[in-house]
């Protein structure tokens, strides 16, 4: 279990119930049984309240958790004859982008997301879930696709931001995320999309120009990071916990503002602690949100994400 800083007292917790188990296991003639289930009720406890009052700076902690299940998770926790699509047909295949042809809950669809990796070697090659050019145009191609065959897109969110290197900016990075926002909004066909983890910048919103917009409760959503806001605003890193208060960009707060549509409640202790019961949640999201614009037609499904779009900052001003 990887702890984060304000986890500390439930790490001492939960490893004191741990020792007392280990001691018994290796037959040291001890009966703790009832200490650790003292300890386990305790740290649940406090599992419980940490969870219950998590601050915008913890949880961009917790949305970025190495252990939170990420997008290959979920397309194999919820999707079937999966069919992976590769390359922009101009340049490359971008890892930190994975989408193709899948079926959800037997209905055909195309789904799309950012992949992070889960150990050194796979983030390193899926560049963090940072897409470069080519993972929007690739993203671009497969909607193409989907509007073509009538199919409903599904994305998964989950990237720090697009890729800002030399690379990327050479080939026209601005340029393509301009390219995949504006084909989200011409899309004919149901775009559901989901925030995992983080929604970072313009990367995130690539994706996420969608009829129905999903956060999972410990998730952000927010035109830069935390820290960079602080940069920027106050030439100081450290303020990162005073810009992510400022930036509102939980879940709850962006609910609230009438930016997203749902809040996928998580197991207690996040997504990291359940997998299975988090891409379970998600998994009910995704169908209940296609239920709402199921047998609409093309004109009414694009008069639909455009009013949506339109009325974003009218609700929410005094909050």
């Known amino acids: 279990m990887i702890y984060l800083e304000f986890e500390k007292p439930l790490a001492e917790i939960e490893g004191k119930a741990e020792e007392l188990r280990a001691m018994a296991r290796q037959g040291e003639g001890m009966d703790v049984s009832k200490e650790a289930e003292a300890l386990d009720r305790k740290a649940e406890t406090a599992l419980r309240d940490l969870y219950n009052n998590l601050s915008a700076w913890q949880k961009c902690q917790v949305a970025r958790h190495p252990d939170r299940p990420h997008c290959k998770d979920y397309i194999e926790g919820l999707f079937s004859e999966y069919t992976p699509l590769a390359g922009d047909r101009a340049f490359a295949d971008d890892h930190a982008v994975m989408g193709g042809l899948a079926r959800f809950n037997d209905r055909p669809v195309v789904v799309i997301g950012h992949e992070k990796g889960h150990d050194t070697k796979t983030r ?49 990075q601005a340029e393509a995320i301009a390219r995949s926002t504006e084909k989200c909004l011409s899309l004919g066909v149901p775009l559901i999309s989901v925030v995992i983890g ?5 990367g995130a919103v690539a994706f996420a120009t969608a009829n129905r917009i999903a956060m999972l409760e410990h998730s952000v959503y927010s035109v830069i990071s935390p820290e960079g806001c602080a940069s920027i605003l106050w030439k100081d890193a450290e303020k990162m916990r005073e810009a992510a208060e400022a930036l509102r960009l939980t879940a709850q707060d962006l609910q609230k503002l009438g930016l997203i549509d749902r809040v996928v409640k998580e197991p207690v202790g996040g997504a990291q602690r359940a997998p299975k019961e988090a891409v379970d949640a998600v998994g009910k999201a995704i169908e209940a949100m296609l239920k709402e614009l199921s047998g609409k037609k093309r004109e009414a499904i694009l008069k639909d994400r455009r009013e949506k779009f339109l009325a974003m900052g009218s609700k929410g001003l005094a909050a």
């Open 124 to 172: 390193i090659e899926r560049n963090f879930g940072m897409a470069r050019p080519e993972g929007y145009r690739k993203a671009i191609r497969l909607m193409d696709l989907a509007d073509r065959f009538n199919l409903p897109v599904i994305t998964l969110v989950d990237t720090p931001g697009a890729y800002p290197g030399k690379g990327a900016e050479e080939r026209g």
């Open 198 to 202: 983080e929604g970072g910048s313009g």
